[in-house]
């Protein structure tokens, strides 16, 4: 991957409440036009390494992100993601997460322009713009949306909510879109819809870069152009999808063949 850096992760600590370290010493790099998948088993730092890059989580090491807004000062130049204001960050980086079940009825529009909130003005200056609208107008349009701009999102079903956050994610315009296991609880049809879909939108530079967190490791495959599998807090192997899902590594990791795993899942009937 020879694009520009976004995301550039160095010697990455990072815990609960101060506890033993989730996370023991990352590092890894992220580059436009990048789909990074992140495998392992349950409570190895996947969804932890999520959590600070999207700002939930302190750390301690070095995590600094590219901002490509062009409003921010010095934009292209890394700064360390501690650094960023949250408006600032949510116009860098957006979160979409596993399904949730809505609260509130609001349009699916509605819920759609949220994704702009980062970018409208404060206080009393606060108001969408026509920028806002067309982004807000082609996310629905890509998330394939349109027809349901004016339905409550309490009258959707798990797929088409997921679509409505997805479409939230790409009106934010963020530089780097972290998904945390965000076809969790979906059928097969809209699980592969909902990765075609973003991988739809990081072809159009929407966003230019993507971090997901998987646990089907064949969903992860489709997915990736990286494959970074973890263990205990550290990276144990990363790269090519294929050259991980076969090597010893992941046999290790997950104490069984892999390979022969996947292989079987994907013949049986």
């Known amino acids: 991957m020879n694009g520009q850096i976004l995301v550039s992760i160095t010697d ?12 023991r010493g990352v590092s890894l790099t992220v580059h436009r036009g990048e789909r990074l998948g992140i495998i392992g088993p349950n409570g190895c730092g996947k969804t932890t390494l999520l959590r600070v890059l999207a700002g939930i989580l302190p750390y301690r090491g070095s995590v600094r ?16 993601r501690s650094a960023l204001t949250a408006r600032q960050a949510a116009r ?12 509130f009825p609001y349009t699916v529009g509605e819920t759609v322009l949220l994704g702009r909130y980062a970018r409208q003005g404060t206080g009393w200056k606060r108001s969408s713009t026509a920028e806002d ?17 004016d339905r409550p999102i309490t009258e959707l079903s798990g797929g088409q909510l997921q679509r409505v956050y997805l479409a939230r994610a790409f009106a934010q315009a963020p530089a780097i879109l972290l998904l945390d296991e965000p076809t ?8 592969l819809d909902i990765l075609d879909r973003t991988a ?7 966003p230019l870069a993507v971090i997901g967190v998987f646990h089907d490791l064949l969903l ?3 997915f990736s152009d990286t494959l970074v599998l973890m263990d205990e807090g550290t990276i144990a192997d990363s790269g090519d999808p294929d050259a991980v899902l076969s090597g010893d590594a992941v046999n290790r990791v997950y104490r069984m063949n892999v390979r022969e795993a996947l292989r079987d ?3 049986s009937r």
């Open 265 to 267: 899942l994907s013949q």
């Open 200 to 206: 739809a939108g990081i072809q159009r530079g929407e």
């Open 133 to 149: 609208r067309e982004k807000v107008r082609k996310a629905l349009a890509d998330c394939g949306l349109t027809s349901l701009a």
């Open 65 to 80: 992100i590219c901002p490509v807004d062009p409003d921010y000062p010095h934009a292209g130049d890394p700064v360390e």
């Open 92 to 103: 860098e980086v957006a979160l979409l997460s596993q399904l949730s079940s809505p609260v």
């Open 184 to 191: 969790n609880h979906l059928d097969i049809h809209y699980q």
């Open 12 to 23: 990455c600590r990072a815990g609960y409440s101060g506890k033993t370290d989730v996370l």
């Open 220 to 222: 992860a495959r489709r």
